[in-house]
């Protein structure tokens, strides 16, 4: 018996009696009528349905309280959904709100926990000072409780719970997980659905506000354009870059490892943040590490954590990012950079969701959506012996491909202004114009550092514009002056030659039967082609990007 609590006989109370095979037949006919109608309705107001499924279900096993709670709703917050006996007095409500009081201290990561007796089922750990009091204000004598999991992930629990102590037989059990189960599938659909709703009207609106080239002057003061952000900090309308978002849109709502590709400056992080906060995640943490920013003899450390006395300096336990993304997402930039022998280890915890600190043989288990990024060549890297293919197949089963940004030069003069909205006020400058001389200036540069770039080069004109006119801090910026390609030119049929012979070969570039064999050239000579040609392979599939030769 636990201290503090009285004991079952003082309460005068005795296991009540219940017809089950009665009990089991209405929780059978509901479940049959749940999986109907939710399947059958276009898009409902779910609340009155799932308030009227838990008062017909306590009502079967004569429960004094139902309560279903759908994590991680919007902005973070979580849906409750609660019905309690309008027979009861307040003296004898089972509980204040919900159980969350006593579930929280509970092992619900090894399934349904079932009481059939309070205090005596609960485990010993769970009887803190506030639990005690909590026993003491309420009646609650009996509970069932059980965790709802989608893809491995625990995304609600259902509770019933009753004034007197009472056996939850094995079969009811069975029936409460499935329907929390049918419960928890509608839910999560009707949420999914709200998202991508949001998200369309979002990209509607930025399609209809937006406007190509030099746009009207207006901002909040009466000056300058309108921004076209679309995805908070991702701006821009080009057909390149909503291809990208697009992407981002499907895969955000999903547990599936992304992998981003794109030059140095396109925006990867705010592309991994974007997808981020699309997904179920978004209330927990998005922790980065930049592989190639930290030598290779730390990177582990920072990766898995260690501890006390792993190595000189490790003075104490201290977590790896992988820990503090714990039911978040880790994004990991400049994958390609990555050591050998810490990309083993890294698949390890993509495959197993395990890891071990450094220093330690002690398994951690977490649960982390990966988002990877890089502007190398993997499958270079993978023929090169530099990067593992098993990884590399781990890693991009969403690939997205972040297009530079003299792909999409109709960008750029919303760019601008986004850029000098962003410095102006750390300049102490106030830019009302720029002008079309200017503009045509920044759309023909070639920008190899991309977006960063044009950052830089806006802020230096910032700082040396002394007028509310933007003026360039540099006279003669390196122009994009290639002219328009013949297609009937000698490097224009080499290139489709190439292009399609790559294709056949599905672009294997080594080995017997491939395209270099093909072309009766080198493969090595055959990358040299390639690259003076313009011939770039798009997230390992048959599409290519063409540069000018």
Same mark, same amino acid.
């Given at each position: 018996?636990?201290?503090?609590?009285?004991p079952e006989h003082e309460l005068g109370f005795s296991m009540p009696t219940l017809n089950f095979d009665d009990s089991y037949?209405?929780?059978?006919?509901?479940?049959?009528?749940?999986?109907?109608?939710?399947?059958?309705?276009?898009?409902?107001?779910?609340?009155?349905?799932?308030?009227?499924?838990?008062?017909?279900?306590?009502?079967?096993? !004569?429960?004094?309280?139902?309560?279903? &709670?759908?994590?991680?709703?919007?902005?973070?917050?979580?849906?409750?959904?609660?019905?309690?006996?309008?027979?009861?007095?307040?003296?004898?409500?089972?509980?204040?709100?919900?159980?969350?009081?006593?579930?929280?201290?509970?092992?619900?990561?090894?399934?349904?926990?079932?009481?059939?007796?309070?205090?005596?089922?609960?485990?010993?750990?769970?009887?803190?000072?506030?639990?005690?009091?909590?026993?003491? $204000?309420?009646?609650?004598?009996?509970?069932?409780?059980?965790?709802?999991?989608?893809?491995?992930?625990?995304?609600?629990?259902?509770?019933?719970?009753?004034?007197?102590?009472?056996?939850?037989?094995?079969?009811?059990?069975?029936? @409460?997980?499935?329907?929390?189960?049918?419960?928890?599938?509608?839910?999560?659909?009707?949420?999914?659905?709200?998202?991508?709703?949001?998200?369309?009207?979002?990209?509607?609106?930025?399609?209809?506000?937006?406007?190509?080239?030099?746009?009207?002057?207006?901002?909040?003061?009466?000056?300058?354009?309108?921004?076209?952000?679309?995805?908070?900090?991702?701006?821009?309308?080009?057909?390149?870059?909503?291809?990208?978002?697009?992407?981002?849109?499907?895969?955000?709502?999903?547990?599936?490892?992304?992998?981003?590709?794109?030059?140095?400056?396109?925006?990867?992080?705010?592309?991994?943040?974007?997808?981020?906060?699309?997904?179920?995640? $978004?209330?927990?943490?998005? &922790?980065?590490?930049?592989?190639a920013a930290l030598p290779p003899s730390l990177i582990e450390s920072e990766l898995f954590g260690h501890t006390r006395g792993?190595?000189?300096?490790?003075?104490?336990?201290?977590?790896?990012?992988?820990?503090?993304?714990?039911?978040?997402?880790?994004?990991?930039?400049?994958?390609?950079?990555?050591?050998?022998?810490?990309?083993?280890?890294?698949?390890?915890?993509?495959?197993?969701?395990?890891?071990? $600190?450094?220093?330690?043989?002690?398994?951690?288990?977490?649960?982390?959506? &990966?988002?990877?990024?890089?502007?190398?060549?993997?499958?270079?890297?993978?023929?090169?012996?530099?990067?593992?293919?098993?990884?590399?197949?781990?890693?991009?089963?969403?690939?997205?491909?972040?297009?530079?940004?003299?792909?999409?030069?109709?960008?750029?003069?919303?760019? &601008?202004?986004?850029?000098?909205?962003?410095?102006?006020?750390?300049?102490?400058?106030?830019?009302?114009?720029?002008?079309?001389?200017?503009?045509?200036?920044?759309?023909?540069?070639?920008?190899?550092?991309?977006?960063?770039? @044009?950052?830089?080069?806006?802020?230096?004109?910032?700082?040396?514009?002394?007028?509310?006119?933007?003026?360039?801090?540099?006279?003669?910026?390196?122009?994009?002056? !290639?002219?328009?390609?013949? !297609?009937?030119?000698?490097?224009?049929?080499?290139?489709?030659?190439?292009?399609?012979?790559?294709?056949?070969?599905?672009?294997?570039?080594?080995?017997?039967?491939?395209?270099?064999?093909?072309?009766?050239?080198?493969?090595?000579?055959?990358?040299?082609?390639?690259?003076?040609?313009?011939?770039?392979?798009?997230?390992?599939?048959?599409?290519?990007?063409?540069?000018?030769?």
């Amino acid at each position: 018996m636990h201290p503090g609590v009285p004991p079952e006989h003082e309460l005068g109370f005795s296991m009540p009696t219940l017809n089950f095979d009665d009990s089991y037949q209405r929780i059978d006919a509901l479940v049959a009528e749940l999986s109907s109608d939710l399947c059958a309705m276009g898009n409902p107001d779910l609340a009155p349905i799932i308030e009227t499924a838990l008062a017909r279900v306590a009502e079967a096993v !004569a429960a004094d309280a139902a309560t279903f &709670v759908l994590e991680g709703d919007k902005n973070g917050d979580a849906k409750t959904y609660r019905w309690v006996n309008s027979g009861l007095t307040p003296a004898v409500e089972p509980s204040d709100g919900d159980m969350s009081w006593l579930w929280d201290r509970l092992p619900l990561d090894q399934g349904t926990v079932v009481l059939n007796r309070i205090p005596g089922d609960l485990p010993s750990a769970t009887l803190t000072p506030d639990v005690l009091e909590m026993l003491r $204000r309420v009646p609650l004598q009996a509970a069932v409780i059980v965790p709802v999991t989608m893809a491995g992930e625990r995304v609600g629990v259902f509770a019933l719970e009753a004034h007197e102590p009472t056996t939850w037989p094995s079969p009811l059990v069975t029936r @409460l997980r499935l329907l929390a189960e049918i419960l928890a599938g509608a839910l999560y659909r009707h949420r999914q659905e709200v998202a991508l709703r949001d998200m369309h009207s979002e990209l509607t609106r930025v399609a209809t506000d937006g406007t190509v080239g030099q746009p009207e002057p207006r901002d909040d003061d009466g000056h300058g354009p309108p921004l076209l952000a679309t995805f908070s900090d991702i701006v821009g309308e080009s057909t390149s870059l909503r291809a990208a978002l697009k992407r981002v849109q499907e895969v955000g709502p999903t547990k599936s490892t992304a992998l981003l590709l794109g030059e140095t400056g396109t925006g990867k992080e705010l592309f991994a943040r974007a997808i981020h906060a699309r997904s179920l995640r $978004r209330a927990n943490a998005f &922790v980065v590490i930049n592989c190639a920013a930290l030598p290779p003899s730390l990177i582990e450390s920072e990766l898995f954590g260690h501890t006390r006395g792993a190595f000189t300096g490790a003075v104490a336990t201290r977590q790896g990012r992988f820990e503090l993304a714990h039911r978040g997402t880790l994004f990991l930039d400049e994958i390609g950079d990555l050591p050998l022998d810490l990309q083993t280890k890294l698949l390890r915890v993509l495959q197993e969701g395990t890891f071990e $600190r450094l220093g330690s043989s002690q398994e951690q288990k977490v649960d982390v959506r &990966v988002i990877a990024a890089t502007h190398r060549d993997l499958h270079r890297m993978i023929t090169d012996g530099m990067f593992r293919e098993d990884l590399y197949y781990r890693l991009s089963v969403f690939p997205i491909r972040l297009p530079p940004l003299r792909e999409r030069r109709e960008d750029i003069p919303a760019l &601008v202004w986004s850029i000098i909205r962003k410095r102006e006020r750390a300049t102490h400058r106030t830019i009302r114009r720029v002008s079309d001389a200017v503009m045509e200036q920044l759309q023909r540069r070639n920008w190899p550092g991309n977006v960063r770039e @044009l950052e830089n080069v806006i802020e230096r004109a910032l700082i040396h514009t002394t007028g509310d006119t933007l003026t360039l801090l540099e006279e003669n910026l390196e122009v994009d002056t !290639a002219p328009p390609e013949d !297609a009937t030119s000698l490097s224009a049929v080499e290139r489709t030659h190439i292009q399609q012979v790559l294709r056949a070969c599905n672009w294997r570039i080594n080995g017997v039967g491939n395209a270099a064999e093909r072309l009766g050239l080198h493969p090595n000579t055959l990358r040299f082609r390639m690259k003076k040609l313009g011939i770039v392979r798009e997230d390992g599939r048959a599409g290519v990007r063409v540069a000018s030769a």
